[in-house]
């Protein structure tokens, strides 16, 4: 019977051999799931304020970007029975607020927010490609693939914000530094709730 559970097609996750990697994977997705989810929001935040703007288009665009990145998430969550956050409720309205509170500062604090956002998720998924690494690079092919993939694309979407002024925001730095924290904060939360 084990060699069926580990031969059995599958998408991007394995199946997990014991309970601790169930719990790894299970973390490692829900958080996933739900960064995706809160930059889904932001960007709706971002797009209610400045949608009609010049700006409005290359929001869209990277909007779209992560939602096929959130439709991916909810598809494996579904896929490995892995129950999402209990707190999407918060990181809804949150990350909403937060997307349009930094477009009223203009399209520069839009970015920085973007900058900051982006930054964080990169990090994060880094954090996610060595701990896979180091564990089994072969067993997590698929899984790598896609965290990569996405990393390099929220990478896109920071160094975009970069290139639109994000740095000229007044307070770029401490408003970075701020919306980081959050990220951190709601990235820790999001493993365990």
């Known amino acids: 019977m084990p060699l069926q559970l580990s031969a059995r097609a599958y998408g991007i996750v394995p199946t ?12 490692m997705l829900r958080v996933d799931h ?20 010049s700006i409005g288009p290359l929001i869209q665009e990277m909007w779209d970007q992560e939602k ?19 707190l999407l409720p918060i990181w ?12 009223l500062l203009g ?11 982006e930054e964080s998720i990169a990090e994060h998924y880094n954090s996610q490609i060595r701990a896979l690494m180091a ?3 072969d067993r997590y092919t698929q899984l790598l693939q896609v965290i990569k993939e996405f990393r390099d694309e929220e990478m896109e979407h920071h160094d975009t914000g970069l290139a639109h002024d994000a740095e000229s ?25």
């Open 92 to 103: 809804n309205i949150a990350g909403f607020l937060l997307g349009a509170s930094s477009a």
């Open 16 to 27: 997990p051999r014991d309970s601790e990697e169930k719990d790894m994977l299970d973390r």
């Open 68 to 86: 096929k990145h959130l439709a991916k998430f909810d598809e494996i969550l579904a896929e490995n029975r892995v129950r999402p956050t209990a």
């Open 169 to 193: 925001v007044p307070g770029y730095w401490l408003l970075k530094n701020a919306i980081q924290l959050g990220c951190k904060a709601a990235i820790c939360i999001s493993q365990r709730v």
């Open 107 to 117: 399209k520069e604090g839009a970015m920085a927010c973007t900058v900051a956002v």
């Open 34 to 53: 739900a960064g995706e989810f809160g930059a889904n929001r932001i960007y709706a935040g971002q797009m209610a304020v400045l949608g009609r703007s």
């Open 135 to 137: 564990k089994d690079p």
